[in-house]
């Protein structure tokens, strides 16, 4: 059996000045697996996030993605491989008013040559993977060229998905990503990006603290329970 | 580069702040260049007043005086020259030639000055240039002939063979009229950019004719009179004259000359070395000049600063930004030049705009000011140190621009990707 996608082994971290803010024993997220994770606000799951994309650095233990260890990496390699193996999609506000909705979605490839070259290999370039993504993502063609404000908040959601699975990265987080929509437009968008995320073959990991989205992913998991510091503090 | 495109267009997104940030660049650094521009060609066109004369003799005053009712028309001599003087220094074996200056009357604010055909010859302005007629011709026998200064005939409107009345002192109104003896306009000369076009040229015995009959500054009454047509009869020879300007034969006698000439015994006399004059000159009003340039150097500093307010004030609201550009993989370094770039972009439109706006208005501005103040603007070219001056203001703009970009460069090191405003 191959390595998982992403592997935390005794993890801790704290900022500074402040009582340690995780503690996870280990964590592991297999390839092509889609994990949610409920974790209520104040747990500790932004912080989580920033430590598996590699912009904080942990205090202890070992986050291995691909197989690579962050710890190892200086920030600018992080940075870098951060933008090559991993899509972000978050609550709100993820686009660049001032950017059409194509060239937003194909920013990570300006950052990522790996990501730009895997579009284009796919798709012949980066335009046509960013057209190819938002059309599967039910986006209308005639929006690709506005402004990315100018669209409704589950269509802005929509080519915030297809930013980040664009160039394939291994791994898309999602942050809260349906918080902003209505319940409808929540199982639909989740839907589409099963089946997107499925497609380029990347595994999904979704922190929510609406647990009634849990039953529909591979495996779910609470953050307080994996993480013992809230517990501590929690008691 | 991708950076450009993702800074015009966030600029792009401000452009009313960004516009009014070009339009306060651009309005100061076109403010320096007029000033640098108005400030050269004020010192150029004034030491290219008079050239290629060697020595300026007057009677004993100070050197800026003598040069200033010499050359430039401004001032009253406190005396006068003796005849016999003039001709003395006339004739010595050091020069080569002699223009004599009588002044004291004139035309409607415009200096009359005395003079003999020698000026049309010998003077020079400019890069050594001599006078040249736009129509008509210089004075001869007849002693109530004038030619005009270009700006004496285009401002007043005269032709040749009109026929001019001339006033007794340098007052703008003169009560005293020589209006029983007439000029005729004989010849108009070319545009000089100098005092010359200011002038009405007569001959000295025209000068001598206005006064011939005059008793203790007074004109005679009754059968004292002497009319024109008695005056031309007249040996018209002066006793006196104001000024004489002198050319040599060798430069290498000049100071031998002033030297003779200042020591003469026959009356005191002052000679001057015109070039030496006019530096002087210039450095009692360069600190105006200097002042002024100093003034504007502050109002681009001040423009500049606008520019770091106005990138400054957006940083905050623009946190969001900073983070999807991480977010997408924008490094921390890619956010400061982002927003150095923006600094750069904003002073460069400015500059460019500012240089736009100079030339258009050198292009209206030319020729009234040309006409009224006797200063031509050319549209010429960027000098080196035009460029210099501009590349300075670029080169603050880049070093104002480190400071928002050290700054978001930390913010979004601490923002990291998750920014929620």
């Not at chain 1, 799951?45 to 430590?51: A, E, M, P, R, Y």
């Not at chain 1, 589950?154 to 990503?177: K, M, S």
């Not at chain 1, 997107?196 to 009634?212: I, M, P």
């Not at chain 2, 009405?200 to 009454?221: F, T």
């Amino acid at each position: 059996m191959s390595a998982p996608l992403l592997a935390i082994d005794n993890l801790g971290f704290a900022w500074p000045r402040q009582a340690e803010l995780l503690d996870i024993p280990t964590f592991r997220l297999e390839r092509g697996e889609s994990l949610f994770l409920k974790g209520p606000s104040g747990s500790g799951k932004t912080t989580l996030l920033g430590l598996i994309g590699g912009v904080q650095k942990a205090g202890r233990g070992s986050i291995r993605l691909l197989d690579r260890d962050l710890g190892s990496m200086s920030a600018g390699a992080r940075d870098r491989f951060r933008v090559d193996h991993t899509g972000y999609i978050f609550q709100q506000f993820n686009l660049l008013p001032f950017l059409s909705v194509r060239e937003n979605v194909g920013l990570p490839c300006h950052f990522s040559p790996l990501r730009a070259e895997r579009a284009r290999k796919r798709h012949g370039s980066t335009d046509a993977a960013a057209a190819s993504l938002l059309e599967h993502l039910g986006l209308p063609p005639e929006l690709f060229e506005r402004r990315a404000d100018a669209l409704s908040i589950g269509q802005q959601q929509r080519v915030a998905a297809a930013r980040a699975l664009i160039g394939q990265p291994e791994l898309v987080i999602a942050d809260e990503p349906t918080s902003a929509l209505d319940a409808d437009s929540r199982e639909v968008f989740l839907q589409l990006l099963f089946s997107e995320c499925r497609a380029a073959g990347a595994s999904l990991l979704f922190v929510s603290h609406d647990q009634s989205l849990a039953p529909l992913f591979d495996r779910s998991l609470s953050l307080a329970e994996l993480n013992r510091a809230t517990r501590a503090v929690e008691c | 580069m991708y950076l450009l495109r993702l800074a015009l267009a966030s600029l792009n997104n401000r452009r009313f702040t960004a516009l009014l940030t070009v339009f306060a660049i651009a309005l100061s650094v076109c403010l320096l260049l007029a000033v640098e521009r108005v400030r050269n060609e004020t010192r150029a066109s004034f030491a290219s007043t008079i050239s290629g004369t060697d020595l300026v003799v007057g009677a004993r005053s100070g050197s800026v005086n003598l040069l200033l009712y010499s050359v430039f028309r401004i001032g009253n001599a406190t005396n006068n020259i003796r005849w016999d003087s003039y001709q003395r220094f006339a004739e010595h074996p050091r020069v080569a030639w002699a223009i004599p200056i009588s002044l004291g009357d004139s035309h409607r604010g415009y200096r009359v000055m005395g003079t003999s055909t020698a000026y049309f010859e010998h003077y020079r302005y400019g890069r050594k240039q001599p006078l040249l007629l736009a129509e008509g011709r210089a004075f001869e026998s007849d002693p109530f002939e004038v030619v005009l200064g270009a700006e004496v005939a285009s401002a007043l409107g005269y032709k040749l063979d009109d026929s001019i009345v001339l006033a007794h002192g340098v007052a703008r109104v003169s009560l005293v009229q020589h209006d029983d003896k007439p000029f005729r306009v004989v010849g108009v000369l070319q545009r000089t950019g100098t005092p010359v076009d200011r002038t009405l040229h007569i001959s000295l015995a025209g000068m001598e004719a206005l006064h011939v009959d005059w008793q203790n500054g007074m004109p005679a009454r009754g059968a004292g009179r002497v009319d024109a047509e008695q005056a031309r009869a007249l040996d018209l020879q002066p006793q006196q004259i104001t000024a004489v300007l002198l050319g040599l034969n060798s430069k290498i006698a000049t100071f031998t000359l002033q030297r003779e000439i200042n020591q003469y015994r026959g009356e005191p006399l002052l000679a001057i070395l015109p070039g030496v004059a006019l530096q002087e000159l210039w450095s009692l009003m360069g600190t105006a000049e200097k002042a002024l340039f100093v003034v504007s150097l502050f109002v681009v500093l001040t423009g500049l600063i606008g520019m770091l307010t106005a990138i400054l004030t957006s940083l905050n609201e623009r946190r969001r930004e900073m983070a999807i550009l991480r977010s997408v993989g924008a490094r921390p370094w890619h956010i400061a030049a982002l927003l150095i770039i923006e600094a750069f972009g904003l002073a460069l439109a400015g500059t460019l705009l500012g240089l736009a706006l100079l030339y258009i208005g050198i292009a209206i501005a030319q020729s009234p000011l040309q006409s009224l103040y006797g200063l031509y603007l050319p549209l010429a070219w960027p000098s080196a140190y035009e460029w210099g001056l501009l590349g300075a203001i670029l080169l603050a703009a880049l070093l104002m621009g480190s400071v928002p970009a050290w700054r978001a460069y930390r913010q979004s090191l601490a923002d990291g990707l998750s920014i929620r405003l």
